[in-house]
Structure formats: C-alpha cells, structure tokens
C-alpha cells in the first residue's frame, strides 16, 4: 500500500504468456499509479522472461506495452533497465511504451542519497561461466546479426539458450550464483555511490550496501521510497494493491 509520495523500484516480473497472474498484477499496478502519489518508476531488467526483439516482443506482450504508455502519458516516467533475458529490448518498444532506457550502474540521487541502478547480474563475478556466456550475448555485432534472422530460427536459438542457462544454473553452487561482495563495494567505489539497487539474483532483503528486489513468480513485490526517505519491500496483492 502506497500512502505517501514515493518512487517504486521493481525487477524480474519474467512476464510470459504462461504466467497470466503475473501479468493481471503488473497491468494493475501500471493502471493505478498515477502522480503526484507515484513519482517515477523503474524497472530494473527481466520484465519479460524472453525478448528476441521488438517485431516479435511487442505483438506479443500488446497488452502490457499500451498499460505502460498509459502510465507514462498519465504522469508517471518508467524508466527501464535491461536484464539478462530481455537485454534486445529496442527502440521500437522503448517509443511505444513511453519508457526511458537507462544503463546498467546508472546513478540516481534519491532524497540526499547517492544510488546505482544495476540488473544485478554483473555483480555475481564468482560465475565465471556466465560472465563469459554475457560478453559474447552483449556483442553488438553479433546482436545485429541475431535480429536480422527469421523470427523461428531466433526462437530456436533464444529456447536453446534457456535450456543451456538452465542446465548451468542447476549444476551451479548457490553462492556462486549470488554477488560477490568486493564487486559490489568496487563498484559502488567507482560511482562514489553508498547504495545499490539491483534484481537478478530473486533473493530479496536489505543489506548495508544493497537492496535486492524479489522475483515476481516468488510473489509479486516492489521497493517503495517513501518522500522521507523510508524505504520497504512490499509484497502486492490484489487486496493490498490500493494506491490512496
Ligand atoms: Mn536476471
């Protein structure tokens, strides 16, 4: 429940069409923020579950992309990060959902406070495998290349990806796969930041230098930053969803 102003940070909604709850939470959420209660919001990557790019994202998810412009017409700026499943995300679905693409470590001053803005997944270095697997996905030329294939080969290749993620996921240590504590403190170091704000690792809590959001398929959640500078981790549900 949001009672005073406040700015709203959520990540991980993995929205996907075999995910219709999740969806009906997020339309509902989009559909009640409005300002001056809601100041922004910001949406620190894999909204969606897979994005193989704009021609196919957009049909697909039509429902969702005009729920955001909505928003961002009525008031309220969405800014969107990218994540490690929807980092194609173009600029096609950036004009029509009215949101504004943000870098991973973008910085943001929030009520006297010095804050970066990260997808997380940077940040778990001890996963050597990933980190290489990452620097490969991010080429910008082979990007290039990706989005010029046939929409049915990069489905294949996009499922063949998942698969192998997967796989790699489930042999993987648990410590492995959260951050590693000197790369947080390196980071925030190099931003002359104190405090990061980040999704990826779907393990959500406070911690001296970090907040991490939830995953939404755990339950659907926000960070709300309340106008004086208070800060929770709120669990949504239908009932509970009431902006006043
Ligand atoms: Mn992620």
Not at 2 to 7: D, Q, R, V
Request: glycine share 6%; net charge neutral; charged share 25%.
């Amino acid at each position: 429940m949001i009672k005073s102003e406040s700015t709203l940070f959520i990540s991980d909604l993995h929205l996907d069409e075999s995910q219709p709850a999740i969806t009906q939470q997020f339309l509902q959420l989009l559909g009640e923020i409005r300002p001056p209660v809601v100041h922004a919001l910001y949406i620190l990557g894999d909204l969606f579950e897979t994005w193989i790019g704009d021609d196919v994202g957009i049909p697909q998810h039509r429902k969702i992309i005009d729920a955001m412009k909505a928003a961002s017409v009525r008031g309220v700026p969405i800014y969107f990060l990218c994540g490690n499943r929807d980092f194609l995300i173009g600029r096609q679905f950036l004009h029509e959902t009215g949101c504004q693409l943000l870098q991973d470590e973008s910085r943001l001053s929030i009520h006297g406070q010095q804050i970066l803005l990260m997808h997380g997944d940077t940040l778990c270095t001890h996963d050597l495998a990933y980190m290489k697997a990452r620097k490969i996905l991010r080429n910008p030329v082979l990007r290039a290349l990706f989005l010029c294939l046939p929409a049915g080969i990069r489905k294949k290749i996009a499922a063949f990806l998942r698969k192998k993620s997967r796989q790699h996921t489930s042999m993987t240590a648990n410590e492995i796969m959260d951050v590693t504590e000197e790369e947080v403190l390196r980071i925030l170091k190099k931003h002359n930041a104190s405090l990061i704000v980040h999704g990826h690792t779907h393990r959500p809590g406070f911690h001296p230098e970090r907040i991490v959001l939830g995953a939404w398929h755990d339950y659907p959640n926000m960070l709300v930053w309340d106008e004086n500078g208070e800060k929770k981790l709120t669990a949504l549900n239908s009932n509970e969803l009431s902006i006043t």
